[in-house]
């Protein structure tokens, strides 16, 4: 089973940053394409970044805000957020999908799409 420890959620005011780490296994970080999700309260769940053949896949709602690295020394995947805003609150979620991000040929928006989910670290943004 595919191990996705995320940390790093918490409190923050709108404008503010947050970095949100999710630790993997050595196996995982080398082998599976990893990637982010969020759901706000009430809401469906919504992708919002991953690599892909193409480059890099974010969300309209995040685009230019949110980035997302990658530390394979580290085992860990990033997804950093900067001018965070009210609707940016949800519960963020690292996803693993058990190929090399360069063979997705396209954007899985689908929460189907990804057998893998870490348990979800919180953010809230306050005004």
């Known amino acids: 089973q595919v191990q996705l420890v995320e940390s790093g959620g918490g409190s923050v005011q709108a404008g503010g940053s947050l970095k949100l780490s999710c630790v993997t296994s050595?196996?995982?970080?080398?082998?599976?394409?990893l990637g982010w999700f969020r759901q706000a309260p009430g809401k469906e769940r919504e992708a919002l970044a991953h690599?892909?053949?193409?480059?890099?896949y974010y969300a309209d709602s995040v685009k230019g805000r949110f980035s997302i690295t990658q530390d394979n020394a580290k085992n860990t995947a990033y997804l950093q957020m900067n001018s965070l805003k009210l609707e940016d609150t949800a519960t963020y979620y690292c996803?693993?999908?058990?190929?090399?991000?360069?063979?997705?040929?396209?954007?899985?928006?689908?929460?189907?799409?990804?057998?893998?989910w870490g348990q979800g670290t919180q953010v809230t943004v306050s005004s």
């Open positions: 996803v693993a999908l058990q190929v090399t991000c360069d063979v997705v040929y396209a954007p899985l928006r689908a929460t189907a799409s990804w057998p893998n």
């Open positions: 050595r196996s995982t970080v080398s082998t599976y394409c």
């Open positions: 690599a892909y053949i193409g480059g890099t």
